[in-house]
């Protein structure tokens, strides 16, 4: 199970708009709202723009906050350069359509990750699909975020009733200016604002530039697969009998499978989603223990098993162990929800 310390940044990178819940209840969607939404989606593979960009995370027991400075040219070229805290001061990444380079200054240290189905548009719009059918749309007042007129959008989930995400979309442009996720409670989960922004095409191409000095240590990144909907050849290429879940929460549907290896490890990617909420379940048939990094693990059991997870404010990570296979979940879902699932995983 070695390497499932990484396994919150690789559900991450496969991940829709992250959210989680907060109570909130409305009349069905109109059109436009549905319209609306998924033209935010659709901005930045057709709007440029610099702005510096504020989030902030709650976890279990404190507050974390980044500022970044933003500086994206459409379709898909983005570099990202934290401002603050002092900790992470010059240390930057940037994305070039399916490629990201990460640059350590402090360090001396360059990653490079590659993820095809960052820029799949079958994989989106089945996306948009999925969040269309699990969430009503609801529009708000206009709001002022970084000097500009938006519109505000509620989404809310059609099962439970919860507000699971709050959009801020810029009236002109249609890019997302400021996003709200929620936690089960109604707590604020996440936040992420522009302070300002400018909307311009007009940035260097040396912005965007991934040469990496030759005195710097170039560290493995993440090769994904591209992730693919044949479920049937993805099995039957991992090299072990997996198992599947019979339970999901309403409105999770599998959209894609991988078989990927990462330092000699090759383990198989379940991916579902609701549209907004991403859930991956990883398996492989290595005798590793789990690593949690510097997370010290919390002790569950169901049906008979016994099993460890950590939470990283609204995502959590369940790893156990059954008849010689190695699993992990990861979304943004409760303890109760992950077990459930998890004990329909138990053959």
Do not use: C
């Not at 719009?125 to 938006?150: D, F, H, Q, T, W």
């Amino acid at each position: 199970m070695r390497r499932f310390a990484t396994a919150f940044a690789l559900a991450a990178a496969w991940s829709l708009p992250a959210a989680v819940m907060a109570a909130q209840p409305s009349p069905a969607p109109s059109a436009d709202s549905n319209t609306l939404v998924r033209e935010a989606l659709e901005a930045p593979r057709h709007v440029s723009y610099v702005g510096q960009l504020q989030t902030i995370r709650w976890g279990t027991r404190v507050a974390s906050a980044t500022i970044q400075r933003v500086e994206h040219l459409a379709p898909s070229s983005t570099r990202r350069t934290f401002l603050a805290p002092e900790a992470l001061y010059g240390e930057y990444d940037i994305t070039l359509g399916t490629t990201t380079t990460k640059i350590d200054p402090k360090q001396r240290r360059a990653m490079v990750s590659e993820n095809p189905s960052s820029d799949n548009e079958t994989a989106e719009n089945s996306n948009i699909a999925l969040l269309v059918a699990n969430y009503r749309a609801v529009l708000g007042p206009v709001e002022i975020v970084a000097a500009r007129p938006a519109t505000t959008v509620s989404l809310v989930n059609r099962y439970s009733g919860e507000r699971m995400m709050k959009l801020w979309i810029d009236n002109q442009t249609k890019v997302v200016l400021a996003k709200e996720a929620y936690h089960q409670d109604g707590s604020l989960a996440w936040r992420s604002r522009f302070d300002d922004i400018r909307f311009t095409g007009e940035i260097p191409n040396g912005v965007f530039s991934t040469t990496i000095p030759s005195d710097f240590q170039q560290v493995e990144g993440r090769r994904f697969a591209d992730i693919t909907d044949d479920l049937q050849r993805t099995v039957d290429d991992a090299g072990f009998k997996p198992e599947n879940p019979r339970y999901l929460p309403d409105g999770f549907h599998m959209i894609g499978a991988e078989n990927s290896d990462f330092n000699g490890l090759r383990n198989l990617h379940l991916l579902y989603s609701d549209g907004i909420r991403t859930l991956s379940l990883f398996e492989n048939n290595s005798n590793s223990e789990p690593d949690f990094g510097g997370m010290k693990p919390d002790v569950t059991h169901f049906d008979g098993h016994d099993a460890q997870y950590v939470k990283d404010g609204p995502t959590m990570l369940l790893t156990w162990r059954d008849r010689g296979l190695a699993f992990a979940l990861i979304g943004d879902l409760d303890l109760k929800s992950l077990t459930d699932i998890a004990t329909s995983v138990v053959p």
